[in-house]
């Protein structure tokens, strides 16, 4: 069955530092999505991305934050300077059409900012 | 404020219980995914529901537009169901998330 790949599975990172969140969609979807959940809190939704650009972005996602298809296959997301509040585990997810269908998630990045 | 609200937070049940989750939410929505996030954290999407209702193997999720509530059900209930349940809408252009309900089937 197809999957969504996520790289590193756990990355710990010193605060001020730039980190990339790496995901590998499946291969004929064409929606993707970046999703955090802060240790023992809900789900919150940061950015989708649609046609080599943002669709739609949360107010977490803010200047800090970014994402970029580099390569047609991978999906990252990059956190310019990182702040102790942003350890999280990092969702990423695909969907062949909008999300208005159901999608397939990575198994997750867990960021942890020392 | 909380979009989306899922009760109960916890629930118990014994192997082979009809489980019922519910979720009601108060802004206007195109679809509503239903997910299960597992004991390590991985997520599953379950359902995406935008009227009506959907049935996948011993899973049952039904949505009322009109009343903004969905409900999760899963009949003849096993151990290997023991897991954290998620509602979450999509309103176009926000997704919004439940806090999730805790279950736990013991045998």
């Known amino acids: 069955e197809p999957e969504v790949t996520q790289t590193p599975s756990h990355q710990v990172t010193q605060m001020g530092q730039e980190v990339i969140l790496r995901c590998v969609p499946i291969?004929?979807?064409?929606?993707f999505y970046w999703y955090r959940q802060i240790l023992g809190q809900k789900v919150e939704f940061l950015v989708s991305?649609?046609?080599?650009?943002?669709?739609?972005k949360s107010e977490i996602f803010d200047d800090q934050f970014s994402v970029e298809r580099p390569d047609g296959s991978n999906f990252t997301l990059k956190i310019r300077s990182t702040k102790l509040e942003d350890s999280a585990m990092y969702f990423c997810?695909?969907?062949?059409?909008?999300?208005?269908?159901?999608?397939?998630f990575g198994s997750g990045t867990r960021l942890t900012v020392v | 404020k909380n979009e989306v609200e899922q009760s109960p937070q916890n629930l118990t049940a014994q192997e082979g219980e009809f489980i019922t989750i519910n979720c009601s939410y108060s802004?206007?929505?195109?679809?509503l995914h239903w997910l299960q996030q597992h004991p390590g954290g991985g997520i599953v999407s379950l359902f995406m529901?935008?009227?009506g209702k959907k049935k996948h193997g011993r899973l049952i999720a039904t949505i009322n537009i009109q009343e903004k509530h969905s409900s999760l059900h899963i009949t003849a209930s096993h151990p290997r169901d023991s897991a954290v349940y998620i509602c979450?809408?999509?309103?176009?252009?926000?997704?919004?998330f439940g806090t999730g309900t805790s279950l736990t089937v013991i045998p």
């Open positions: 979450a809408v999509h309103t176009g252009n926000q997704f919004y």
């Open positions: 802004v206007g929505i195109s679809a």
């Open positions: 529901l935008s009227s």
């Open positions: 291969s004929n979807h064409l929606y």
């Open positions: 991305f649609y046609n080599n650009e943002i669709s739609e």
């Open positions: 997810a695909s969907s062949v059409r909008q999300a208005n269908y159901g999608y397939t």
